[in-house]
């Protein structure tokens, strides 16, 4: 599986959405992403991939226009939710999230979802790491690592 990243996490603070979808959230700003890094033959499925989020990776996207980390979602391209993670929020640089991809193929692509104008609603998420079958995940932010 070259080009896709495999980490393990000690940050255990998940996050997802219910998958009544993203119309009910009425997002303001969208950008369509493309994962292009595999190339194998076979469906992954519910495969968590990182998100790097940043003004200068992301078209349209500023932290000015961004409400915080609760303000984003991603969705498939039907507009259902993915469940995802918010590991780093750096308003200064670049912050990453992990996000469920249902079906993951040569160049799949999702949407990211910033400015709602009703904030999701967490209270029925479900995890993105149980979803792909892991049992713990770490993911090693420290300078020792």
């Known amino acids: 599986m070259k080009g896709l990243i495999?980490?393990?996490?000690?940050?255990?603070?998940?996050r997802s959405f219910s998958a009544e979808g993203i119309r009910s959230l009425r997002?303001?700003?969208?950008?369509?992403?493309?994962i292009s890094g595999y190339c194998g033959k076979s469906t992954l499925t519910n495969f968590p991939v990182p998100v790097r989020i940043s003004p200068e990776n992301i078209s349209g996207f500023s932290y000015e226009k961004c409400g915080g980390p609760s303000d984003i979602s991603f969705s498939d391209?039907?507009?259902?939710?993915?469940?995802?993670?918010?590991e780093v929020w750096d308003t200064e640089g670049e912050s990453i999230a992990w996000v469920a991809i249902p079906n993951l193929?040569?160049?799949?692509?999702?949407?990211?979802?910033?400015?709602?104008?009703?904030?999701?609603?967490?209270?029925?998420f479900t995890n993105l790491w149980t979803q792909a079958e892991y049992f713990g995940v770490w993911?090693?932010?420290?300078p020792y690592d």
Do not use: Q, R
């Not at 997002?27 to 493309?34: G, V």
């Open 105 to 124: 193929v040569s160049n799949t692509t999702f949407k990211m979802h910033w400015m709602h104008s009703v904030k999701p609603d967490y209270s029925n």
């Open 6 to 14: 495999f980490t393990i996490s000690i940050f255990i603070a998940f």
């Open 27 to 34: 997002p303001k700003i969208s950008s369509k992403m493309t």
């Open 77 to 86: 391209m039907d507009g259902n939710i993915l469940p995802c993670e918010i």
């Open 139 to 142: 993911h090693m932010n420290s």
